[in-house]
C-alpha cells in the first residue's frame, strides 16, 4: 500500500505562484514515477505533470513553461512549482503515483487532494 499526502494548496491572486508538495510513504521505491493530476468543477481529473525516477519530465500543454515538477528522491516527495498561475488553473490537485507489478499491471495510488484557487 502507498499512502500519499499533499500540501501547499492555497487562495492565489492571478500572476502569482504556489508550490505543491506530495509526501510518498508505504510499499514505494525512491525512483517510482511520481505525478500531479487536476480537477476543476463539472471537469474530468486531467494530466498535470510527471517525473520519473532519473528526473525525466513531462507536462500539459495548458501548464507547460509555467510549472515545473521535480522530486527528492531521498524524502521520496515530489513538488509542483506553479507561477503565472491563471483563474483556469483553479482546481483540486491530486498527487499520483502509479506502480507496475511484475505481470504488468498498473495501480494509480492518488493523496486525498489540495484545492488551489487562483483569482482574477
Known amino acids: 500500500q502507498v499512502h500519499l499526502v499533499e500540501s501547499g494548496g492555497d487562495l492565489v491572486q492571478a500572476g502569482g505562484s504556489l508550490r505543491l508538495s506530495c509526501a510518498a510513504s508505504?510499499?514505494?521505491?525512491?525512483?517510482?514515477?511520481m505525478g500531479w493530476y487536476r480537477q476543476a468543477p463539472g471537469r474530468q481529473r486531467e494530466f498535470v505533470a510527471s517525473?520519473?525516477?532519473?528526473?525525466?519530465?513531462r507536462y500539459a500543454d495548458s501548464v507547460a513553461g509555467r510549472f515545473t515538477i521535480s522530486r527528492d528522491n531521498a524524502k521520496i516527495t515530489v513538488y509542483l512549482q506553479m507561477n503565472t498561475l491563471k483563474p483556469e488553473d483553479t482546481a483540486v490537485y491530486y498527487c499520483n503515483v502509479p506502480l507496475r507489478n511484475g505481470l504488468g499491471y498498473v495501480t494509480n495510488y492518488w493523496g486525498q487532494g489540495t484545492q488551489v484557487t487562483v483569482s482574477s
Open positions: 508505504g510499499s514505494i521505491f525512491s525512483s517510482a514515477p
Open positions: 517525473i520519473s525516477g532519473g528526473g525525466s519530465t
